[in-house]
């Protein structure tokens, strides 16, 4: 499966299939060995046990044989890796942020997307960071996995060779919704890439049905909100976006009890200080402040998405 679809995955699948292969020829040998001895060794046939001295050939070729083998596995897997741990210099970088329960790209033009867009036949480095617990990138198609420790820098690489849509989630149980942390990657040609990638502006304005976008909505999928905020009232981790606009509700302060009406200045607290106010009925230290994600123009903008959610 995916052949092609990176320049790893031969090298890994290759691998993988070496090391199945020796498992299952000892597997089935050890077993049948076992089986055989259970019948040819057995109380009835052998009513007296004797004892058996060591045999040093014996035991040489059997610790030799292994050691062969594992070294063999090793020194394969330990050139896989060094290839998979040293990215060439003109590799394109993209920077990934994992949090509770979705994922973002930066690109150096100051684009973010949800989804991974890279261009085909070009060296990828995507850094990696976390904003609270550890996740894990991965994408099975390329072959690369790269854990995400909040506080550890690390990265993976990848060349794309083949135009498509790949999956792409989150390999560490990271929480309550870490099944959902999902999205994919986009391999394109450079050409498309190019246009995409100039095209700042392309939190969409119009999408390809011809329905208009608001780009409060672009700004709120983009940022990963979705994972916990639904659109049509139902309860996910966090409140539904759906009719709170201009509502009076019922938040918690320092455990007490207060109310407040949904406006821009809430919006804007809620997302900048996500604890300071928390919905009574919600549990609260599980979003993150996005002071350092949304601008404050965005915020405006989501603000004006949620308000049209009547
Ligand atoms: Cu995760």
């Given at each position: 499966?995916?052949?092609?679809?990176?320049?790893?995955?031969?090298?890994?699948d290759?691998?993988?299939?070496?090391?199945?292969?020796?498992?299952?020829?000892?597997?089935?040998?050890?077993?049948?060995?076992?089986?055989?001895?259970?019948?040819?060794y057995?109380?009835?046939r052998?009513?007296?046990?004797?004892h058996i001295?060591?045999?040093?050939t014996?035991?040489i070729?059997?610790?030799?044989?292994?050691?062969?083998?594992?070294?063999?596995?090793f020194?394969?897997?330990w050139?896989?890796?060094?290839?998979?741990k040293s990215?060439?210099?003109?590799?394109f970088?993209?920077k990934?942020?994992?949090r509770?329960?979705?994922?973002?790209?930066?690109y150096?033009n100051?684009?973010?997307?949800?989804?991974l867009f890279?261009?085909?036949?070009?060296?990828?480095?995507?850094n990696?960071?976390?904003?609270?617990v550890?996740h894990?990138?991965?994408?099975?198609?390329f072959?690369?996995?790269?854990?995400v420790?909040?506080?550890?820098?690390n990265?993976?690489?990848f060349?794309?060779q083949?135009?498509?849509?790949?999956?792409?989630?989150?390999a560490e149980?990271?929480?309550?919704?870490h099944?959902?942390?999902?999205?994919?990657?986009?391999?394109?040609?450079q050409?498309?890439?190019?246009?995409?990638?100039i095209?700042?502006?392309?939190?969409a304005?119009v999408?390809?049905?011809?329905?208009?976008?608001l780009?409060?909505?672009?700004i709120i999928?983009?940022?990963g909100?979705t994972?916990?905020?639904?659109?049509?009232?139902?309860?996910?981790?966090?409140?539904?976006?759906?009719g709170?606009?201009?509502?009076?509700?019922?938040?918690v302060?320092?455990?007490?009890?207060q109310?407040?009406?949904?406006?821009?200045?809430y919006i804007?607290?809620?997302?900048?200080?996500?604890n300071?106010?928390?919905?009574?009925?919600?549990q609260s230290?599980?979003m993150?402040?996005?002071?350092?994600?949304i601008?404050k123009?965005?915020?405006?903008?989501?603000?004006?998405?949620?308000?049209?959610?009547?």
């Amino acid at each position: 499966m995916f052949s092609g679809a990176s320049n790893f995955v031969n090298s890994v699948d290759r691998l993988t299939l070496l090391i199945f292969l020796i498992s299952l020829f000892f597997l089935v040998a050890i077993t049948a060995t076992m089986i055989y001895f259970v019948f040819r060794y057995n109380m009835k046939r052998n009513p007296k046990s004797e004892h058996i001295e060591g045999n040093l050939t014996l035991e040489i070729v059997w610790t030799i044989i292994p050691l062969i083998l594992v070294g063999f596995m090793f020194i394969y897997g330990w050139r896989d890796w060094k290839m998979m741990k040293s990215p060439p210099k003109n590799a394109f970088t993209i920077k990934s942020n994992a949090r509770m329960w979705s994922w973002s790209f930066s690109y150096p033009n100051g684009k973010v997307t949800d989804t991974l867009f890279v261009p085909m036949n070009k060296p990828v480095i995507i850094n990696v960071n976390s904003s609270d617990v550890i996740h894990s990138l991965y994408i099975p198609a390329f072959r690369v996995k790269q854990d995400v420790v909040p506080g550890n820098k690390n990265f993976l690489w990848f060349i794309a060779q083949k135009e498509g849509t790949y999956d792409l989630f989150c390999a560490e149980y990271c929480g309550l919704r870490h099944a959902y942390m999902t999205t994919a990657v986009v391999a394109m040609p450079q050409k498309v890439f190019d246009k995409w990638y100039i095209d700042t502006a392309a939190v969409a304005k119009v999408s390809a049905t011809g329905k208009l976008i608001l780009p409060g909505l672009a700004i709120i999928k983009r940022n990963g909100c979705t994972a916990c905020h639904s659109f049509d009232g139902s309860k996910i981790v966090g409140p539904s976006f759906k009719g709170i606009y201009g509502e009076k509700t019922t938040v918690v302060v320092n455990g007490k009890e207060q109310q407040v009406t949904v406006d821009d200045d809430y919006i804007l607290e809620s997302i900048y200080d996500p604890n300071a106010k928390v919905l009574k009925g919600f549990q609260s230290n599980l979003m993150q402040p996005y002071k350092d994600l949304i601008s404050k123009d965005e915020v405006k903008e989501i603000a004006e998405y949620i308000k049209s959610l009547k």
